[in-house]
C-alpha cells in the first residue's frame, strides 16, 4: 500500500477502495477535504440533545430517539444484504417522519397531510422496487418506469422543501439548521455533477462520500426538538447561496460550442438503451422516440466521448447530403429514423411498418403457393394408371417431385415411427424400398421430372409377379397396429389417398414396380398372400 492513497482512504471513507488509488494531488485533496466535513459531522452527531426547555409530549420524545437512531444506521458500513439494508432503513425513516409531521406546528393539518403523503412515496417506491428484483430489467426500457422515476424526484424534492418551511413556521430550528436543509440539495446536486463530468471513478466516490448535510440535518433536527415552539424566525439565505447555484448550473448547462454528455447510450444503467442489433423501422416507433432509437442504433466512435448533441448533429448533416444527392455513409435504414421524409423519396420501402412488411411477405407466399398449386394439378392430370385392369375404389395417383432427393413414405398414422426411420437410414443397404415395422419407404431415382406416384389398396393378393414393361419389382412388409395405413401427401395438390389398409390391423405387402417417371404400389394383407 506504499505510494497509494489507501490508507488515507481507509480513515476518510471507513471502508476498504475498490481497487488501487494512485496518491495524485487532486485524490489527497478532497479525501482531506472530506475528513474535514466527517469531523465536522461527527462533532454535530456527539453532541446529543440540547438540554430540555420545554416538556417534551411523548410524540416528540419517540421522534428524537428515531432521528438519532437514523443518524446511527446512516453512519454504519453497509454489511447487510440489499433487501435487508432497505427493509431496516424504511423501518426506521417512516416512523419518525410520521411522527415529525406530528410534532411540527405553525402549519395547518392540509398542509401537513399534504407533506406526509409527498413523504411517502419514495418509500412506496423503494419497497416496490426491493420486492419485485428479478423485474427490474424489464421495468428499466419500460416508458412508465422512467416517468415514475420523474415522479418520484418531484415528490421527493416538493417534500423536503415543504418540510423546511414547516421547520421554519415551526420556530424551534436554528437558521443553521435550515440551511442546512437547504444545503442538502446542494451536496445532491454536486454528486450529479462530479458524476457528469468525471463518468465514474474516485473523485465521484468521494463527491457521493461528501453528501454528510443530510446526516448533520436529521442529528441538529433532533439536538433542537426540545425547544419552545414560537414564531417563525427569517430565513436569510446569504448572497452566496444563490451565486454559487446559479454558477453549478451553468457548468453543467455548459456552453453551446461542447455539448454536455447526457444519458441514453452512454448511462450506467445496462438496459437504458437496450435495443436490436438492426434498427427498427421508423414507421414502429412513436416520433417523440425517434431521436432516441437512432441513437441507441448508430454505430459509436470507439474509446471517445461524444455527445447526444453530436450524434443527432452527424446524423442530421448526413441526412442532408443524402438529400442533396450526395454520397453518405450512414445507411438509409438507419437515417430513416431522423428524416423519413427525404429518405422515403428514394426508399419508400423502408417507411412501411413491420405489419405492412409482413402483409406483403405474406401475399407473396400466398402468390407462390397457389403457382405451385396450379403447376401440381397440370402434373397431376398427365398421370396415368399403370395398371388399369386391377381396378379398386381404394387407389389415387399424384404426382411426386424428388425436389431434394428424399424418399416418401408409407406408414402407420397413430404410430411413432422414430426408430422405425431410424433404422432404415442406419441400414447398409436399402435399395428401392426398404421398410422396417409400420413405416416403409421409397426411393425414387433423382430425375428433372415429376414421378406418376399410384397406390393400390387391395383385399387380396393381385396376379403373381410380372415384370414387364418394368424395370424394377420389389416388395417388403409393413405393421399396422391401428389399421390405418397412409401415404404422405406427395403432390401440392394435395392429393388424398386412401386408407391403404384394407383388413384393419395386422401385417401387410408391399409390392412396388418402378420405372423413370412411373411408380405402382400395391398394398394387400399378407396373410392371404399367394
Not at 466512435?301 to 438529400?323: K, Y
Not at 450526395?326 to 421524409?341: D, I, S
Amino acid at each position: 500500500m506504499i505510494g497509494t492513497a489507501t490508507p488515507a482512504w481507509l480513515v476518510t471513507m471507513w471502508y476498504p477502495p475498490g481497487e488501487i488509488i494512485g496518491a495524485s494531488p487532486l485524490v489527497l485533496g478532497g479525501l482531506l477535504l472530506l475528513g474535514l466535513v466527517n469531523s465536522w459531522m461527527v462533532w454535530q452527531v456527539l453532541r446529543g440533545p440540547a438540554p430540555v426547555a420545554v416538556p417534551m409530549r411523548r410524540a416528540a420524545t419517540w421522534l428524537r430517539l428515531l432521528l438519532y437512531a437514523n443518524v446511527m444506521w446512516l453512519l454504519i458500513p453497509y454489511v447487510f444484504p440489499d433487501l435487508a439494508e432497505m427493509v431496516i432503513g424504511l423501518a426506521l425513516w417512516v416512523p419518525a417522519f410520521v411522527l415529525l409531521t406530528v410534532v411540527l406546528t405553525g402549519s395547518g393539518w392540509p398542509f401537513r397531510l399534504a407533506l406526509l403523503l409527498l413523504g411517502l412515496v419514495e418509500p412506496a417506491r423503494t419497497l416496490t422496487i426491493g420486492l419485485v428484483d428479478d423485474l427490474r430489467p424489464v421495468l428499466f426500457v419500460s416508458p412508465a418506469y422512467r416517468a415514475t422515476v420523474m415522479a418520484v424526484g418531484v415528490a421527493t424534492f416538493v417534500m423536503m422543501a415543504m418540510l423546511l418551511l414547516a421547520q421554519r413556521r415551526d420556530g424551534r430550528w436554528s437558521r443553521a439548521t435550515l440551511l442546512i436543509g437547504l444545503g442538502t440539495f446542494a451536496s445532491a446536486f454536486l454528486v450529479e455533477l462530479v458524476d457528469s463530468l468525471t463518468r465514474g471513478g474516485t473523485i465521484e466516490s468521494i463527491a457521493e462520500a461528501m453528501d454528510v448535510l443530510y446526516i448533520v440535518w436529521l442529528a441538529r433536527t433532533a439536538h433542537e426538538l426540545n425547544r419552545e415552539p414560537r414564531q417563525k424566525a427569517a430565513l436569510r439565505v446569504p448572497t452566496a447561496v444563490p451565486a454559487v447555484a446559479a454558477l453549478l448550473l451553468l457548468m453543467v448547462v455548459g456552453p453551446e460550442c461542447r455539448p454536455h454528455l447526457t444519458f441514453t447510450w452512454q448511462s450506467d444503467e445496462l438496459m437504458e438503451c437496450w435495443a436490436p442489433s438492426q434498427p427498427p423501422r421508423v414507421a414502429d416507433i412513436p416520433a417523440h422516440e425517434r431521436n432516441r432509437a437512432y441513437m441507441c442504433s448508430v454505430s459509436k466512435p470507439s474509446g471517445l466521448q461524444v455527445s447526444d448533441r453530436e450524434l443527432l448533429g452527424r446524423g442530421w448533416a448526413a441526412c442532408a447530403r443524402f438529400a442533396a444527392g450526395e454520397q453518405a455513409k450512414a445507411r438509409p435504414a438507419l437515417l430513416a429514423l431522423l428524416c423519413p421524409e427525404v429518405i422515403g423519396r428514394r426508399y419508400p420501402e423502408l417507411l412501411l411498418s413491420s405489419a405492412q412488411i409482413g402483409r406483403q411477405q405474406a401475399e407473396k407466399e400466398n402468390i407462390a403457393r397457389r403457382q405451385r398449386e396450379r403447376e401440381a394439378r397440370e402434373e397431376d392430370a398427365r398421370c396415368r394408371d399403370p395398371w388399369p385392369a386391377l381396378r379398386t375404389r381404394f387407389q389415387a395417383t399424384a404426382s411426386y417431385y424428388d425436389w431434394d432427393s428424399q424418399p416418401y413414405g408409407i406408414y402407420d398414422a397413430e404410430a411413432d415411427t422414430a426408430e422405425d426411420s431410424e433404422a432404415i437410414w442406419n441400414a447398409e443397404s436399402s435399395g428401392i424400398m426398404a421398410a422396417s415395422g409400420q413405416l416403409a419407404m421409397v426411393f425414387t431415382p433423382s430425375q428433372d421430372w415429376a414421378t406418376c406416384v399410384t397406390a393400390k389398396a387391395l383385399r387380396s393378393a393381385p396376379p403373381p409377379l410380372r415384370r414387364k414393361g418394368w424395370d424394377q419389382v420389389v416388395e417388403a412388409d409393413i405393421v399396422s397396429e391401428s389399421g390405418h395405413l397412409v401415404m404422405q401427401t406427395l403432390s401440392a395438390s394435395k392429393v388424398r389417398f386412401p386408407n391403404l389398409a384394407r383388413s384393419g390391423p395386422g401385417s401387410y405387402r408391399l409390392r412396388l414396380y418402378t420405372r423413370p417417371g412411373v411408380d405402382l404400389i400395391l398394398i394387400y394383407p399378407a396373410r392371404r398372400a399367394a
